[in-house]
């Protein structure tokens, strides 16, 4: 029976390659031309048993249901195994969870997974556990209807006066106190770990912030996403000039000035601080609105402490 399939490229490429692709009756190769007409048959194979292994690691779960999991994930935890991180991942953890029962969609090392937050990134994330969820969930994050706010401390304090940031490219700012960062985003051009801001090829990406405490030589933002990818907060805000405290790849080693009482918090602080704070999305199955919402984590509740200093604002 003919099924809805979310494939990405790279599965799809994978499928044609193993002959799971046919084009009228016969098998396809990647360079084959189809035309108006043309009967199309992909046979997706059924999810092997995984080679990620479950784990017994500890989740911090803020709601289940038959079709999906929403997840508060620690700073530290990689979400899915990748070679240099074959285990003590989300996916993992999910496993044990579920004894398994997670949407083969994605394949066998990323069951489940539609979307995935930074290793050192702490805060919220949706599974599904059916592939209808993850369909319906992979459908919303391609249409960039799913809300996604997150906290992030950064260096100096963003302001709409600072003639500096008018005067950058792809900076903007709405009702004043927004500031709205529009670019392209690419792999970097020697680095391909890292990302960088482009204005030819590469995705668009928008990002919006707004300060919610100034510490004087660091701010503590809300920062909300048009788009989602990958390191486009800790990227953007680097393109501001306004890196977050703590990230090794973009931060530039940055330190506040001496005699801050945050100074020497923000040098120990071993992430970049940022926290995915609000997870918004339609239920793919029930269509129910949800809505989710994580605490500060305790490392970043500590260094907002140091920022404010002695009198509670620096």
């Known amino acids: 029976m003919p099924v809805e399939a979310h494939l990405s490229r790279s599965r799809l490429a994978r499928l ?14 990647a360079r084959d031309r189809v035309d108006w007409g043309d009967r199309v ?12 292994r479950p784990e017994d690691i500890p989740l911090s779960v803020l709601h289940e249901d038959a079709d999906l999991i929403v997840v508060d994930k620690p700073a530290g935890m990689v979400v899915h195994p990748a070679p ?18 997670l949407s083969g969609v994605g394949g066998e090392r990323r069951p489940g997974i539609v979307h995935r937050i930074d290793k050192d990134t702490s805060g919220l994330l949706v599974v599904a556990k059916s592939d209808a969820a993850h369909h319906g969930l992979a459908a919303q994050f391609e249409a960039h209807s799913v809300e996604r706010r997150y906290l992030a401390v950064v260096h100096g304090v963003p ?9 950058t490219r792809g900076i903007s700012w ?35 912030a707004r300060v919610m ?12 996403l048009e788009t ?22 973009y931060g530039g080693g940055r330190r506040l000035p001496r005699g801050h009482p945050g100074a020497d918090a923000v ?7 940022l926290h995915a704070r609000t997870l918004g999305f339609v239920h793919p199955v029930t269509g129910d609105d949800m809505r989710f919402a994580s605490p500060v984590p305790d490392d970043m509740e500590r260094l907002l402490v140091a920022l404010a200093g002695p009198d509670g604002n620096s």
């Open 84 to 101: 240099g991180s074959p285990g003590g991942t989300l996916v993992n953890a999910l496993l044990h969870h579920f004894g398994g029962a």
């Open 213 to 224: 405490q100034g510490f004087g030589a660091a701010a503590l933002l809300e920062c909300w």
């Open 267 to 273: 040098v120990a602080f071993p992430r970049q601080a």
């Open 16 to 29: 044609i390659a193993d002959g799971a692709v046919t084009v009228n009756g016969a098998v396809a190769g």
């Open 159 to 167: 302001d709409a006066g600072d003639p500096r940031l008018r005067g």
């Open 174 to 208: 709405e009702q004043a106190d927004i500031l709205k960062i529009t670019t392209r985003l690419a792999r970097h051009r020697t680095d391909r770990q890292k990302q960088a801001v482009t204005w030819d090829g590469g995705r668009h990406a928008v990002t919006r």
């Open 228 to 249: 989602g990818r990958t390191h486009q907060i800790r990227v953007h805000m680097a393109h501001a000039g306004h890196a977050l405290v703590g990230d090794p790849t």
């Open 41 to 52: 048959a992909i046979v997706v194979p059924t999810p092997d048993d995984p080679e990620t």
